[in-house]
């Protein structure tokens, strides 16, 4: 069994900062990747970044160059740094877990005010 536990969302204006955490334990071996995925109200979730255990890591568009995925060794822990925040990132932020199967945090909610 896996537990997620993410940290670090609240409100924050527009061109401001956070950082989410994303803690795993439990049965934590093999994991192929961890990511993070937003869900907007009334949209779809979407993946927002990912980072695999060899380092690799991927955005959507509309976060690359403002949103940092990175990880402390092992893959025990995962943020997700994200800078020049605008209204439309406004979602529930949920961590993923990729091993044989998925595992999901609860989700943190990150607002931000124009």
């Known amino acids: 069994q896996v537990q997620l536990v993410e940290s670090g969302g609240g409100l924050v204006q527009a061109g401001g900062s956070l950082r989410l955490s994303c803690a795993a334990s439990?049965?934590?071996?093999?994991?192929?990747?961890m990511a993070w995925y937003r869900q907007a109200p009334g949209k779809q979730r979407e993946l927002v970044a990912r980072i695999t255990s060899g380092g690799s890591t991927n955005y959507v568009d509309s976060v690359k160059g403002r949103f940092t995925i990175s990880r402390e060794k092992g893959l025990n822990t995962v943020y997700l740094q994200m800078n020049s925040l605008k209204p439309e990132d406004t979602a529930v932020y949920y961590c993923?877990?990729?091993?044989?199967?998925?595992?999901w945090g609860q989700g943190t909610q990150v607002t931000v005010s124009s």
């Open positions: 993923n877990l990729e091993r044989i199967r998925s595992y």
């Open positions: 439990g049965s934590i071996f093999s994991i192929n990747a």
